[in-house]
């Protein structure tokens, strides 16, 4: 009988550790800002501020490689003096996306010049001159580098970022995926301060027609099977964008940023997430739309979201002091959930 009770005392302290949530005491509300331009509008900056948005990560460049020029910047984020101005508060990360691509043809010396130009650009575009004079366009401490690294570029990769710390003296973070993060004996562990889990984008876009690839929650509950903990401390990214896979005569034409109640006047719904046109239509003078052609609108509506952030908090080991960050900041996120949704994803992390 004493064994008996010893059995079931451990039983229900194993069940209750194996169901506990983690529960963030202090959550930092964060945005990614992944646009191609510095300009943030008043309604904008009025739901950033009401919502007590204090972090933005903002993309300020990436970095590609070509024979003729090497390793290159692109799609460069150029911010003024009046971008973050009327934002309340906010910390900026200045955020740098390298293609994993690049490694292949890096060595270390080269990896090295990398680094400092990096740097050196982050630097350069955190100010700027007027009269001679250096004026600062933001305060920033830390570096967030984004790359979908592999096992065979990890050595590399990992060699750049211990670079880009001891180059720029600030505290460094990178992105991770959820395959790394659940197999971190073959994938590594990064030289960081700290990582953004990601949890989206779990699928490739064109490789499963019925199912969501911004957010499915089956896939997320394949990599998030278990409770574990990470030795590097996470931040958590979730997504609050849509896309839409636009097909003529079942070829693919392009991926575009409307949602289902753009195009409901002249679609109908033929199975979850498909539509077919059933007009002849012209969209914002840029996309033509003819008679049969097939929309797939991936959405992440608020219920799943929630869904996926009960998943996050039984099976990630989180601190209590963490960054929630969106994807992304744009008039579009306004669009499709309201103040108040928004801020439920954030304080959901502390309930």
């Not at 790359?147 to 060699?159: A, I, L, Q």
């Not at 077919?276 to 979201?305: A, M, P, R």
Request: proline share 3%; glycine share 2%.
């Amino acid at each position: 009988m004493k064994k008996c009770i010893i059995f079931i005392f451990i039983s229900i302290l194993f069940w209750s550790c194996s169901n506990k949530e983690s529960k963030v005491e202090n959550v930092e509300r964060a945005f990614y800002y992944w646009k191609g331009n510095s300009y943030f509008d008043n309604e904008l900056e009025r739901s950033v501020n009401k919502l007590k948005v204090k972090k933005i990560y903002y993309k300020l460049f990436e970095v590609d490689y070509n024979e003729a020029m090497g390793n290159f910047p692109y799609q460069k984020n150029s911010p003024s003096e009046y971008t973050f101005r009327d934002l309340d508060s906010v910390n900026v990360v200045p955020t740098v996306f390298i293609r994993n691509e690049i490694f292949q043809y890096n060595s270390e010396k080269s990896l090295d010049k990398l680094a400092d130009n990096i740097v050196f650009l982050i630097d350069k575009y955190h100010k700027y001159s007027n009269y001679n004079e250096d004026k600062i366009i933001f305060e920033y401490s830390e570096i967030q580098i984004d790359c979908d690294w592999t096992k065979s570029t990890k050595d590399k990769y990992f060699y750049l970022l211990k670079k880009i710390k001891e180059l720029s003296k600030k505290q460094v973070s990178c992105t991770l995926r959820l395959y790394p993060y659940k197999y971190p004996d073959i994938m590594g562990v990064p030289p960081v301060d700290k990582a953004m889990l990601m949890c989206y984008n779990l699928i490739k876009p064109l490789t499963n027609k019925n199912k969501n690839s911004i957010l499915d929650l089956d896939e997320l509950r394949s990599y998030l099977d278990k409770r574990r903990s990470y030795p590097v401390h996470l931040d958590i990214a979730l997504p609050v964008f849509y896309w839409t896979q636009w097909y003529q005569n079942d070829r693919f034409r392009g991926l575009l940023n409307i949602n289902s109640a753009d195009f409901k006047t002249f679609t109908h719904e033929v199975k979850p997430m498909w539509y077919e046109v059933t007009k002849d239509t012209t969209y914002n003078y840029e996309n033509y739309f003819q008679i049969g052609d097939q929309i797939k609108c991936e959405e992440v509506d608020s219920k799943k979201l929630t869904e996926a952030i009960s998943i996050i908090k039984k099976n990630v080991e989180l601190d209590k002091n963490t960054t929630i960050s969106l994807f992304h900041l744009d008039e579009s996120t306004f669009k499709k959930y309201s103040n108040e949704e928004v801020s439920s994803f954030y304080s959901s992390f502390s309930k």
